[in-house]
Each structure stands twice: as C-alpha cells, then as structure tokens.
C-alpha cells in the first residue's frame, strides 16, 4: 500500500489556531503512518511459497513459512484435487491440472488441510 | 491349451479388461470368452447394463474427451443382441462437477435405447457441494439409496461417499444401513440380489480409499442370501472377488483407466496413449436367467 493512500494524515497545519492539538494528532498520525507502512513492508518482504500437487501428494507435505506469506498450491495431476482446511480456514474449488489455488497465512499456527476427493491426502503449514 | 491354463489366461484378460463372462457357481468362478455369451438372450430371464465412472468434464494423456467415450459405450449398449432392461449407473458421472456437466450426461443417457436409467452418486458428483445437485436431479432431494424389484431380483443402490470428505473411505452411515435391513426384511432368502455402490464394499485397497468403512454392516445383512452380486466402481477396472454367495464386481470406466491396486505412487488417471487405454474402457452386461441363481457377468471395452 502507497504512502499516498493514506488517508487523516494531514491534520490542521501550520498556521492552525489550534496548533498544539494539531501537532500532537499529527505527531500521532505519522507515528501511525510509520508503523503501518512498516509492516505493509515487511508483508511485501515475504516470498511466496509454492506447493505441488503431484501423484495425490502435497509436495512438500510439511511446510514452514514466515507469517504472512502467501502460498501457491498448483495441481500437477490430471486427476483433479482440492487444497481443503480442516478447520474450514481455507480451501480451494476442485483444481483440475495446471490449475492454482493461494492463501496467505497471517497468524502463527499448524494449519492441516485434506483433499475432499482424496482424504488420504494429507499437508501442513506451519506459521512461525 | 489345457482347462487351467485357460482359466489363467481368462483372468489376466479380465484384468486387462477384455470381455469375457464370468459365472459364478457354489462359489466356484467359470469363465467363456464374449462372442459364445454376445448371442441373444432366449428363455426367461433379463439383462441390465452397468456404466461408470464416466467423469465428464474429464481431459488427460489417456483420454482427450470423456464425453465422445461416453458416447461411444452409449453406441455399443445400443447395438447389445438383446436390449438391456434398464442401465445402472454406478457414479463419477461428472469429474469435477462443472456447471453443465450433469446436463451433458444426462442428455447423452437419453440416447440409451432402455427404460430408465438408475444412478448412484460417485465422489467427484458430490464434493462441491454435498450432493445437492446430484440429489435434487436424481433423488427428488432424498438421501440416493433406493431399492427396486424386476422379474424377481431385488435391486439396492446404495451411496457410501457422503461421507467420503474428510474421513479416509467411503462409508455408508447408520441410517442407511438402517434402511437396508428394513428393506431386506421381508425377502426370502432365495431372492436373488443386486447391489449396486460406487466405492468398492470390499477392502480392494483401503490407502488409497477404495474400501468402504462400515461395509460389513450392509454385507451381514446379506449373507443369508442364496445369491447376492455386488456392483461397484470408482476403481476403474474390473476386479471380482468370491465370499460365500456374494460376488463382488468392480467395474470398467468410460473415461479413464487406473492403476492396479498399490502400483505406483498413487491412484489416479494412467498416463498412457489413448490407443493404450481404449482396451481398459468400456461397459458391462449382467445376465439373469430364471432358474439359475448367479449372474452372469460380461465386460465389453472400446479396443
């Protein structure tokens, strides 16, 4: 997200009346900016990870990634498959082959997903 | 070539999916080439054909257009000497569930010279959505599992992939197993019985989810019987197995082969040339003459 983008951060001014009031919610306001765009950063700073669906396996089938990645499933088989959350977190349509499903992950966790076609299939993410 | 060595070639060729019939008698499995059983059913007695796994909506190495094989098996049951009764569709209609694949089966089934067309839900025709549409299009909503009488056979069509999400197989559930004894209840044991499934109810390779759970369940309710054969699919080929009075079926796919039980990495469509997979396509007639208690089993493919 572009500093631009960011709306309130131009409270009063200058010439304000209300100088001190203003300085203090401007003071707040970059403050906020600073804070927000460091973590919009360091979001932006994390590569994507990539999971095969090969011969109904997830590949790799353990996977650790950094919060906030974003990680790409994509169904090599002919048969088709589903990337599916077994809390309900997430969980794609049936991928048929070529086809890609992604889900950016934000919280720390152990997150196990199935395929709904192939419950033997099995795969985790782990966010840390 | 000698009775045994036949016999041993027959099997391969089974499992290879060229037609032959098979007739099981006290347990004891005989077999005769397709053109002897091909010639007009005489007598009193019936056929009925069962398709499956036509996975329209499917394209692979093995198969450039399951729609154009499908329609091909719907060519070969009309051109059958005798016209089958009625068509059992043991499920996978669909491969992923599309919008308008049900439409595309339904309407290429309509090409099938027979009275009716029975069908029993596959797990690729339920998993988007729980089986709301393959249920409201052929169950008028209710659950799928059915029972109906012809000529004396009683017939069961039974759904175990309800269940299939999340769990490791297919199962039937307690309610349907319910239903079954209830439906069983007043045969006499002497009725011959037909039941139809898509996931195997038998342990053919439980990794790879080709079992059912609680199959058992549904089978104890069977073996009082003097004849009972099982039609199932899901595992795209031909496998039988013999307990008892029960005779199990696995039947060919319109779409595409899959491995044997346990070879290779996994189950799923076989990468071969489709000239390769034609011979391990096709259909399968089952034969019942009044007065002789097992069913006759033939396999016909695409080659």
């Known amino acids: ?128 | 070539m000698d009775r045994m060595n036949r016999r041993g070639f027959l099997e391969c060729m089974a499992w290879a999916g060229t037609g032959v019939v098979w007739t099981a008698t006290g347990g004891i499995l005989s077999s005769r080439v397709l053109p002897a059983a091909a010639a007009e059913l005489t007598g009193g007695g019936f056929s009925f054909v069962q398709i499956s796994d036509s996975h329209v909506g499917f394209k692979g190495q093995a198969n450039a257009d399951a729609t154009a094989t499908l329609q091909q098996v719907v060519g070969k049951i009309n051109a059958l000497p005798t016209p089958p009764a009625f068509v059992i569709h043991t499920g996978d209609l669909t491969h992923g569930q599309k919008p308008g694949a049900f439409d595309t089966v339904a309407e290429l089934l309509k090409g099938v010279k027979t009275e009716k067309v029975f069908y029993v839900p596959g797990e690729h025709d339920v998993f988007v959505d729980g089986g709301k549409e393959f249920l409201g299009r052929y169950a008028k909503g209710g659950p799928g599992w059915q029972s109906f009488d012809y000529q004396g056979v009683h017939f069961v069509g039974l759904v175990n992939v309800l269940k299939y999400k999340g769990e490791h197989m297919g199962a039937l559930g307690a309610e349907q197993v319910a239903w079954l004894k209830q439906d069983l209840a007043g045969l006499s044991n002497s009725t011959p019985v037909v039941v139809f499934a898509h996931v195997p109810l038998w342990a053919v390779f439980p990794a790879w989810g080709w079992t059912t759970e609680d199959a058992q369940q549904a089978m104890a309710l069977l073996t009082r019987f003097g004849s009972v054969t099982v039609l199932n699919g899901h595992i795209h080929q031909a496998l039988r197995k013999v307990e008892g009075n029960v005779t199990f079926h696995t039947a060919m796919s319109t779409a595409f082969p899959q491995p044997a039980p346990g070879v290779g990495p996994g189950p799923g469509p076989m990468k071969i040339p489709e000239e390769q997979a034609r011979p391990m396509l096709g259909l399968r007639e089952v034969r019942y003459v009044v007065g002789t208690t097992p069913l006759a089993v033939v396999d016909s493919t695409l080659a």
Request: charged content about 20%; overall charge neutral; proline content about 9%.
């Open chain 1, 1 to 128: 997200m572009d500093e631009i983008q960011r709306p309130s951060t131009k409270p009063g001014g200058p010439t304000s009346p209300r100088r001190g009031r203003c300085r203090r919610v401007l003071v707040a306001a970059v403050v906020a900016l600073i804070v927000l765009t460091g973590v919009d950063a360091a979001v932006r700073a994390v590569p994507p990870a990539s999971v095969d669906i090969q011969d109904s396996k997830y590949l790799p089938p353990a996977l650790t990634v950094a919060p906030g990645t974003t990680v790409r499933w994509t169904n090599r088989d002919e048969e088709t498959h589903t990337v599916t959350s077994a809390t309900g977190l997430f969980g794609s349509a049936g991928l048929d082959l070529g086809e890609a499903y992604t889900y950016t992950f934000t919280a720390p966790g152990e997150y196990v997903y199935t395929c709904d076609l192939h419950p033997f299939m099995q795969g985790t993410i782990v966010v840390k």
